[in-house]
């Protein structure tokens, strides 16, 4: 009797103890390993063309003809404009006259000099008419000089008649038609073309920036350096799929606002950018080689400290403080705190306390290469 009582009691004791121990918690959990970092950030700008030229007459006069399709492909040195060229005509036709009798002029002072050279040395003549001789040669000389000059301007002036373009581009639609009365002092241009097969896209960023850009990206910020490489998105986020460089930063800040202009050059063959549009640069801002990372979901924050569940050898958790990098793709890099390696909580948190024993299994992430390419936040 004595021994069944006692069996009774030690069965009860350790169905107790077995109840009294709680079932490990379930947990997804994520080993850390060191991966290739980028931290880039995207910054609005606005695009601007590589080379704007605006159509100016170089003569005043009449438009005959407009020779170009609006909104075309031009090459450097097309013809745009045609100005009525006949009075340029005539007056090149003028230049030349006076040019001729100019020069007839100097042929008739250069004979009667030197019909009166021998004269003079044989004291036929006096040396002052030798010498009033000689000037009226030089003065029609210079009368032929001057002639000349005046005979080129007018050809010149009868070359800008048909109005040309200075650059290769994009023509913009004519502001002046046929019949119209172009003049030198015009404040409106013809037209305007710029050239979009590269483009400028011009960023405004504040000092603080570019200085920490400047260290964590050392020379390539330099004059003189290949750049920074850059990539194109839309305002949506969306890749262009265009890469450019860095060209330069500005000079002087803007004492309103703190910023200062980066300017990024980019290929633009297919005329995808145009001047004027609101796009995104995405600039890289750091470089880790081997970087830890965790989910955001797996960093817990409390009195400004955070901090981690990490699981131990004996399957219990522990929660570590860190220190937090950037956040990138919805994950965080950790600075400090984490080693390669371990075991970090990221599903199950809820129900987790110091020292509670845990069943892990491993945590499968929904997107798949997260870190490449990502915008920091």
Request: proline fraction near 5%.
């Amino acid at each position: 009797m004595g021994l069944c009582l006692c069996a009774l009691i030690l069965g009860g004791c350790d169905s107790a103890q077995q109840e009294a121990q709680p079932e490990p918690v379930q947990v997804s959990v994520m080993a850390l390993t060191p991966q290739t970092l980028e931290v880039s950030e995207d910054l609005p700008g606005r695009v601007a063309a590589l080379r704007t030229a605006e159509i100016r007459p170089q003569v005043s006069g009449i438009v005959q003809r407009r020779l170009f399709e609006q909104g075309a492909d031009i090459q450097a040195g097309a013809a745009l404009f045609e100005i009525d060229a006949a009075p340029f005509k005539a007056e090149v036709q003028t230049a030349a006259a006076a040019l001729e009798r100019a020069q007839a002029v100097l042929a008739r002072a250069r004979i009667q000099a030197e019909r009166l050279q021998p004269l003079v040395r044989a004291e036929a003549i006096s040396q002052q008419v030798y010498d009033d001789a000689a000037s009226q040669r030089e003065q029609a000389a210079a009368d032929v000089a001057q002639a000349e000059a005046v005979l080129a301007r007018k050809r010149l002036d009868l070359k800008f008649a048909t109005v040309s373009a200075p650059i290769a581009g994009r023509v913009d639609q004519a502001q002046v038609s046929e019949g119209a009365l172009v003049a030198t002092t015009d404040t409106t241009p013809m037209a305007t073309v710029q050239q979009i097969d590269q483009v400028y896209i011009d960023v405004r960023e504040s000092a603080s920036s570019l200085e920490r850009w400047r260290h964590a990206l050392g020379s390539r910020l330099a004059p003189g350096a290949n750049g920074v490489p850059v990539q194109v998105l839309d305002s949506s986020g969306t890749a262009y799929g265009l890469s450019g460089r860095i060209l330069f930063s500005g000079i002087s800040v803007d004492a309103g606002t703190g910023n200062l202009l980066l300017r990024v050059q980019v290929d633009n063959p297919n005329h995808q950018l145009l001047p004027g549009m609101y796009v995104l640069a995405r600039v890289p801002r750091a470089h880790y080689a081997d970087a830890l990372s965790v989910p955001q979901q797996a960093v817990l924050r409390r009195d400004g400290q955070a901090s981690v569940w990490v699981v131990d050898a004996s399957e219990r958790v522990q929660r570590v403080p860190v220190e937090l990098g950037e956040l990138v793709a919805r994950r965080y890099r950790i600075a400090s705190g984490l080693s390669a390696g371990q075991r970090v909580v990221i599903e199950g948190l809820e129900r987790l306390e110091e020292g509670v024993a845990v069943n892990a299994r491993a945590w499968q992430s929904a997107t798949a290469g997260e870190l490449a390419g990502s915008p920091a936040r």
